[in-house]
T-cell receptor, first 113, second 111 residues
Framework: NAGVTQTPKFQVLKTGQSMTLQCAQD?????MSWYRQDPGMGLRLIHY???????DQGEVPNGYNVSRSTTEDFPLRLLSAAPSQTSVYFC????????????FGPGTRLTVL | GQSLEQPSEVTAVEGAIVQINCTYQ??????LSWYQQHDGGAPTFLSY????GLEETGRFSSFLSRSDSYGYLLLQELQMKDSASYFC????????????FGQGTELSVKP
């Protein structure tokens, strides 16, 4: 199993550009989440999904959209990038409600100029 | 809303024991878990407590007291490779789908 994969690893955007961060998992996990991590900060939850077709907001959802059309994929869309969105983005998955073991992808390092 | 408090930094020497505390305020508590992160890489799962008491996994143990909304991670026989950031996290929200993390504790292990 590849586990949780994220693309791209690095990205530089200009203010106002849009882009999609890709996330896929091959473990048939129900739950998937997106986090951002800023220097010296913890992981802040952006959006999460408890199954295909079901998404919900986390702690810092503004400026981001998600969809979950399949169990495997959970893309994160930045609608109009802002410098405040410069961060490291982690995608994660876990089997389901009663399992706390969450698996993280390697992260995408995004810089918005 | 929810909040988790943990110390920002802890320093200890090789071979020692260190305890990292976590207090939380949350609605719909499902359990407390701990994650380790080296140098900004992918966090990895360490331990989970749903019920009060101590869970032991090798050199690492985790404790939970639900009545006190408090838990800790205990690291024994510290090694240099244990230098990392440690995060506590709680599950809540729609079907327990939200896993919310604390700010993290940076552990430095000195020789």
């Amino acid at each position: 199993n590849a586990g949780v994969t994220q693309t791209p690893k690095f990205q530089v955007l200009k203010t106002g550009q849009s882009m999609t961060l890709q996330c896929a998992q091959d473990m048939n996990h129900e739950y998937m989440s997106w986090y951002r991590q800023d220097p010296g900060m913890g992981l802040r939850l952006i959006h999460y999904s408890v199954g295909a077709g079901i998404t919900d907001q986390g702690e810092v959802p503004n400026g981001y959209n998600v969809s979950r059309s399949t169990t495997e994929d959970f893309p994160l869309r930045l609608l109009s990038a802002a410098p405040s969105q410069t961060s490291v983005y982690f995608c994660a998955s876990r089997p389901g409600r009663d399992v706390d073991t969450q698996y993280f992808g390697p992260g995408t390092r995004l810089t918005v100029l | 809303g929810q909040s988790l408090e943990q110390p920002s930094e802890v320093t200890a020497v090789e071979g020692a024991i260190v305890q990292i505390n976590c207090t939380y305020q949350t609605s719909g508590f499902y359990g407390l878990s701990w994650y380790q992160q080296h140098d900004g890489g992918a966090p990895t799962f360490l331990s989970y407590n749903a019920l009060d008491g101590l869970e032991e996994t090798g050199r690492f143990s985790s404790f939970l007291s639900r009545s006190d909304s408090y838990g800790y991670l205990l690291l024994q026989e510290l090694q240099m490779k244990d230098s990392a950031s440690y995060f506590c996290a709680v599950r809540e929200g729609n079907q327990g789908g939200k896993l919310i993390f604390g700010q993290g504790t940076e552990l430095s292990v000195k020789p």
